[in-house]
């Protein structure tokens, strides 16, 4: 059978099952370095230079050289600024060829362009570093506001929640304590400094999850889901903090009552102004094209963060991006306000989001990293600052990690999960880039009027101030070069130890048992409550449009393993009109990933026939060309793997009806086969309850391949004899988080 190629890599071919043997085992070469750096650096690559981007970029520096003029020759501040952008890159290359984090590759490369023995990048602008770090800050924020799912975030609230309050609070403040005995810091400035430490790096977090999350390791448990929700609201609590003690420790001009009240004012501003803009872009009749969300989504950003740190709220602008997004993003989808809004939309967020992931790849992560780091000048460093930055990041990594491990229990986690956690829990990079030199911006607008720190116009104060500005920008700096690097090792190296793979057949993340009934076979409901929320009910019935159903009704025989590879799946004849006529992106790429879980599971299973192999085999191929046409070869956006997440997390159940109440009518039509018939069953036999508690066995009738029916574009996806459970029209279980709703 032919390799399968899909979306996330290249297939495995599945051919029958014969022995085969072990591959030779390659004489190892060099000893145990050599071994160590084949398995520390990656794979060289054939250097491949293209013309056409030769081309295009010198094309593009034309331009800009005859239409702004000298400006961009070597000396001046638009050159220094190129150079830089091109350092950040081979610098991230570097490092992704050495297995680092990237952002650590472009941090290194600002930092050996502002120290090598020559005056490369001298001219450039620090102001220009400071507005383009305030630009990376809102788009970061605006992408996280885009990000987040409420449906998700309310079936991991509790883990989720606890893991972005208690760890990071208590290490910022005891950052800000070590911070004051260290380096003599006043204590609100110590706080604004232990508020940029605590932040966890989204940029380095959110990936690393979401490879988790296609390998299945912890995601039963569902740890990948709940790292990444926490991981967003961690930096908004950081710029929350940050925004209070930086106004009265920075900011105060004296004024007591408005060093009090400019923090607060900060989170007001910022959450207000999101608000207006988020529900004017809710207008889609006014918003009707893509192209106008998007310069009116990134607009509406940009604007709140220049304006508000024009009057020196920059913190508050960063929650005004955050809330743009958020509430733009939840109006597209629930159609609000009713009278702007051409309907609800599940596409316009995800399409936002890519484009803002192509300027955040580009543009603002090379140039935020690359000019933080440009901002350490080693000449005019005082040498024991770093011993000390180390102290109080080291120190405060490995309180943070035990606080972790400890609030994590009562969530029925192992104690290798929760070790997971807290080693998750350890990488920093973004935040700190965008936050580390704004209280020396700060403090040179304010303490010093302008003047330079080291001039003999200087105030004794001015100098302390900056001096302890220095000290918080070198403490971020090494943050990100510590945390980012061994906290990003450390989750690929402890994942595989500590995390459990989905078991073979489960596609519950969030600890969800459930038990199909037939309706009409007179049992009781039972669902197990999620142990994400403890002592809660479960949400009630729900129902996933087509998934597990569709792929549990290929013709795959009694005799043969397909009840134990299509157990969570029952499926009556469809009723086309019952349906909603389409399907979102989420539910077509939760198809595809349900396709490929069976015919894994197929292909481990001995009893399955070579037949079986090549229906589910093509039906992986099928669905997958509806992703590509349906994607245009795209990579999935983080929206759409949450919602994929939390669709693949769910077993839906059918509501048993009760003695007095009528069955649901099926009414079959000719000449399609029986519906496969789910019976409950203890798993352990016995009726002792296995280690899921609740176990189903599929029986199915024979069903021919040609009566299965083929997808006939995205409708298609959703009709067709192996559809899913039809019910009366009007009769449709709903809940508030379902997209057909």
């Not at 390659?26 to 398995?39: C, I, S």
């Not at 000390?388 to 080291?394: P, R, V």
């Not at 049992?523 to 809660?536: F, H, I, R, T």
Request: proline share 7%.
């Amino acid at each position: 059978m032919a390799a399968l190629a899909t979306p996330f890599g290249n297939g495995a071919p599945a051919g029958d099952k014969q022995p085969e043997s072990p591959p030779a085992r390659r004489p190892r070469q060099g000893g145990w370095l050599a071994a160590a750096v084949r398995r520390l650096v990656r794979p060289q690559i054939d250097p491949k230079v293209d013309a056409a981007f030769v081309a295009l970029a010198a094309v593009v520096y034309g331009v800009l050289y005859f239409s702004i003029g000298s400006n961009f020759l070597p000396g001046h501040s638009a050159w220094a600024t190129l150079l830089l952008w091109a350092s950040s890159q081979i610098g991230a290359l570097v490092a992704w060829q050495l297995r680092l984090p990237r952002v650590i590759g472009m941090l290194c490369a600002g930092l050996l362009m502002r120290n090598i023995p020559w005056s490369a990048v001298d001219a450039f602008n620090p102001r220009w570093g400071v507005q383009m770090r305030a630009a990376a800050l809102a788009t970061i924020f605006l992408r996280c506001g885009l990000e987040l799912d409420f449906g998700t975030m309310r079936r991991f609230k509790y883990p989720a929640m606890r893991l972005a309050l208690l760890p990071g609070l208590v290490e910022a403040f005891y950052d800000g304590g070590v911070a004051t005995a260290l380096f003599n810091m006043p204590v609100l400035l110590a706080f604004t400094m232990g508020f940029i430490l605590k932040a966890v790096g989204p940029g380095l977090v959110v990936p690393a999850m979401f490879q988790l999350q296609k390998t299945g390791l912890g995601k039963d448990q569902g740890i990948p889901s709940t790292v990444v929700i926490a991981a967003s609201f961690d930096d908004v609590i950081a710029i929350t903090g940050y925004s209070i003690f930086s106004s009265v420790a920075i900011t105060g001009q004296g004024d007591v009552a408005w060093q009090i009240a400019s923090g607060p004012l900060q989170v007001v501003f910022g959450i207000l102004g999101g608000l207006i803009a988020g529900l004017i872009l809710g207008c889609t009749r006014l918003f009707s094209t893509r192209n106008k969300r998007l310069v009116g989504i990134y607009g509406s950003a940009l604007l709140l963060m220049f304006f508000l740190e024009y009057y020196n709220l920059l913190s508050g602008g960063a929650l005004g991006a955050l809330f743009v997004g958020l509430v733009a993003s939840n109006a597209w989808e629930k159609g609000v306000p009713r009278f702007g809004s051409l309907g609800r939309s599940f596409v316009f967020s995800p399409e936002i989001e890519r484009v803002m992931a192509v300027f955040w790849n580009w543009i603002w992560e090379p140039m935020l990293f690359v000019t933080i780091g440009w901002s350490i000048d080693f000449a005019t460093l005082d040498t024991g600052i770093i011993p000390k930055s180390l102290i109080i990041i080291c120190t405060g990594v490995c309180l943070r990690t035990i606080v972790t491990f400890l609030i994590m229990s009562g969530f029925s986690y192992t104690a290798r999960e929760k070790l997971f956690y807290a080693l998750a829990w350890t990488p920093k990079a973004t935040v700190q880039a965008a936050l580390s030199g704004a209280p020396l911006a700060l403090i040179l607008k304010y303490k010093c009027d302008g003047i330079n720190p080291e001039s003999p116009e200087a105030s004794a104060d001015c100098k302390e101030y900056a001096k302890w500005g220095d000290d918080i920008l070198v403490t971020g700096v090494f943050a990100i070069i510590v945390c980012g690097t061994l906290g990003t090792l450390a989750i690929h190296l402890a994942a595989p130890i500590l995390l459990s793979p989905a078991e073979e057949g489960s596609d519950s993340e969030a600890g969800e048992s459930t038990v199909i009934a037939e309706p009409g076979d007179g049992a009781e409901d039972q669902v197990l409550p999620s142990p994400y929320e403890p002592g809660m009910p479960p949400a009630g019935p729900r129902r996933l449009p087509g998934s597990a159903a569709r792929l549990a009704s290929l013709g795959i025989g009694e005799g043969s393993a397909a009840g134990g590879v299509a157990r969570r799946a029952g499926s009556t004849p469809n009723v086309t009109e019952q349906l909603e006529p389409a399907i979102a992106d989420h539910e077509l790429l939760a198809e595809f990933l349900d396709a490929i879980h069976l015919l894994t599971a197929a292909v481990h299973d001995d009893r399955m026939t070579k037949l079986d192999l090549v229906r589910l085999s093509d039906r992986v191929l099928e669905t997958q060309r509806h992703v590509e046409a349906a994607m245009e070869r795209r990579e999935p956006s983080v929206r759409e793997l949450f919602r994929t997440a939390s669709r693949l997390a769910r077993t839906f159940v059918m509501r048993a009806p009760h003695a007095h109440a009528q069955p649901l009518p099926h009414a079959p039509p000719a000449g399609v086969p029986a519906a496969v018939n789910m019976d409950r069953t203890r798993s352990g036999g016995s009726g002792a309850s296995g280690a899921a508690g609740v176990g189903l066995r599929a029986r199915q009738a024979s069903i021919d391949r040609a009566s299965t029916g083929r997808l006939q574009g995205r409708e298609g996806l959703i009709s067709g004899p192996g559809s899913i459970n039809t019910w009366p029209a009007g009769s449709r279980p709903t809940t508030p988080d379902d997209p057909g709703v």
